[in-house]
């Protein structure tokens, strides 16, 4: 019994330093032009999706279909989010094309861009506006997403919220429309 406890730590110390060895060796490539392997790929994108779901799963979502929230929300969009998730017509953009992991194009809609309601779907309508407020106030770490909690209020980013609801559905005509500040 002994011998194993001994081996048992033996090779978790050798895993430890192995670790530690990799991650200051700096043999990783971290630039944004190349690609993490499968592996890195899927655990960071299980853990982004598993925890904006955990964090956003109790916020209580607000009446959203004031057209002013919609006017508010989208000159708002417009202005700090349109060159990342883009406009009506856009493929892609300067940044879109030179962020990785690429940010959603948020003018289809959440099942076209691979969205997954991670309650199980009952509430998926509340589930998806839950996890853009829950984003857009704390942004995500290492993405290129800003955290707007700092400088918006609440309401503010209700509002861009409600007018994501509405984005996927606008025309080129209709977005410049609604998102001219006044």
């Known amino acids: 019994m002994k011998t194993t406890i001994k081996y048992s730590f033996v090779i978790l110390l050798i895993v430890i330093l192995s670790t530690l060895g990799f991650i200051y060796s700096g043999f990783y490539p971290i630039g944004a032009d190349n690609k993490h392997n499968a592996l890195t790929f899927f655990l960071l994108d299980t853990l982004r999706k598993k925890s904006i779901a955990r964090a956003s799963k109790d916020i209580k979502v607000p009446p959203l279909d004031d057209p002013q929230l ?7 969009y417009n202005d700090m989010c349109s060159g990342c998730h883009l406009q009506p017509g856009q493929k892609e953009s300067d940044l879109s094309l030179g962020l990785y992991p690429k940010p959603p194009n948020l003018t289809v809609s959440a099942e076209e861009h691979g969205h997954t309601h991670e309650d199980g779907g009952h509430n998926a309508l509340n589930t998806i506006e839950q996890q853009q407020f829950w984003v857009i106030k704390h942004g995500i770490m290492a993405s290129g997403m800003a955290a707007f909690g700092a400088t918006h209020s609440d309401e503010r980013i209700w ?16 977005y410049q429309i609604i998102t001219a500040r006044k």
């Open 70 to 76: 919609l006017l508010s929300g989208g000159a708002d």
């Open 159 to 174: 509002a861009m919220v409600a007018f994501l609801k509405k984005l996927p559905e606008l025309t080129p005509d209709q």
